[in-house]
């Protein structure tokens, strides 16, 4: 069963995060890079996932997250003022990335968010060896096969 806490509060999948996954992988190079493109310590370059306490340092103060759980809410597809302006928003800037969060958000309201975890699962996973990709992710950390994350 895959873990609910990859369940971002928006919409996006915790699992394919390349903060997520770098010190997983044990990525010395991308967690440098995230870690200056971030402007954050490299030990700050972890994350657990948006249903964690243990949460990347610039998404504490995720609004997303705040709301939700001010009205208990596991994420945002679950309110009843889905998509709300601010939400929007991300969804808006999140379009120039594929639009990823919001089509997310959209499938948990229609199947569930255990039958999109499963999806989401299997989705960031290499086809060859079934090792877990990120979303810029050209090739698997594993077998070292070329991988289409996402596809």
Not at 32 to 55: L, P
Not at 146 to 151: D, I, L, Y
């Amino acid at each position: 069963m895959p873990d609910r806490a990859l369940v971002g509060r928006c919409g996006m999948y915790c699992g394919s995060c390349p903060i997520y996954r770098a010190p997983r992988d044990k990525d010395e190079k991308k967690i440098f890079d995230i870690s200056f493109r971030t402007r954050c310590t490299i030990d700050m370059i972890k994350c657990d996932g948006c249903g964690t306490a243990d949460r990347f340092a610039l998404s504490k103060s995720c609004i997303f997250r705040r709301c939700s759980r001010g009205r208990g809410l596991e994420h945002c597809s679950l309110c009843n003022e889905f998509p709300c302006d601010t939400l929007l928003g991300l969804y808006e800037d999140d379009m120039r990335s594929g639009g990823e969060a919001r089509a997310n958000a959209e499938h948990i309201r229609e199947v569930g968010v255990d039958k999109w975890m499963e999806e989401a699962d299997a989705r960031w996973r290499c086809k060859q060896c079934g090792a877990q990709i990120a979303l810029d992710m050209k090739t698997c950390p594993a077998c070292k096969a070329g991988v289409r994350p996402g596809k």
